[in-house]
């Protein structure tokens, strides 16, 4: 079967303005896919970092709080101490040594459990400091995830949402164009190969 074979016969003045419906049906065609392609990659950059930012900002906000109430905790334990360790010091300063040392020999016993306590809560404050570290580090991926897009954005001197929103336009208006040339390209070599053999 040859390949004039497949060509519809058609007259040529009827060639022209199906040539020219094809060409304005592939361009309509075109323009929908870019605008879905810019809507849809938009969404997914839009929801990438708002998700990470969201994720990152909660944990934060957590740790935060018990950051505070452990620094709480473990000053009470500093006050509690210092109470007892004053008082032992100013019944010394009063010339009373006996008294004193009455005084420190019943609060050892608080103070030891006093500091043992503090030293618990102060173990568990630093768990929380490690913590707060690992979910700065999350929010340090996050913000490297943008370090392409940042990097356009000094570029072409705009913020990171403008960059990326022309980033992602001229991909959308520029693949399809790009894939009916290459088919179009494709097409128009397969056709002179057959018509040399």
């Known amino acids: 079967m040859s390949s004039a074979s497949c060509r519809p016969s058609l007259g040529s003045d009827t060639v022209a303005p199906l040539r020219l419906a094809l060409i304005a049906l592939v361009a309509v065609l075109m323009v929908l896919n870019s605008i879905g392609v810019y809507g849809f990659l938009s969404r997914a950059h839009i929801k990438h970092p708002l998700a990470g930012d969201v994720t990152v900002a909660s944990k934060t906000a957590e740790i935060d709080a018990r950051l505070s109430v452990q620094a709480g905790v473990v000053a009470d334990f500093d006050r ?9 010091e100013q019944t010394t300063a009063n ?11 019943q609060q050892r016993k608080n103070r030891t459990d006093l500091v043992a306590g503090r030293t618990a809560e102060a173990g568990k404050l630093a768990s929380l400091k490690v913590q707060a570290a690992g979910v700065d580090g999350e929010r340090k991926a996050v913000e490297a995830d ?3 897009v940042r990097y356009l954005a000094t570029v072409i001197g705009a913020t990171d949402e403008v960059a990326m929103r022309y980033f992602i336009l001229v991909v959308a208006l520029f693949l399809d164009p790009a894939a009916v040339l290459l088919l179009l390209a494709h097409s128009r070599c397969g056709a002179t190969s057959k018509q040399i053999s």
């Open 95 to 105: 010339g009373r040594a006996k008294v004193a040392m009455a005084l420190a020999d």
């Open 146 to 148: 943008l370090g392409p």
């Open 80 to 88: 509690r101490v210092a109470q007892i360790d004053t008082a032992i």
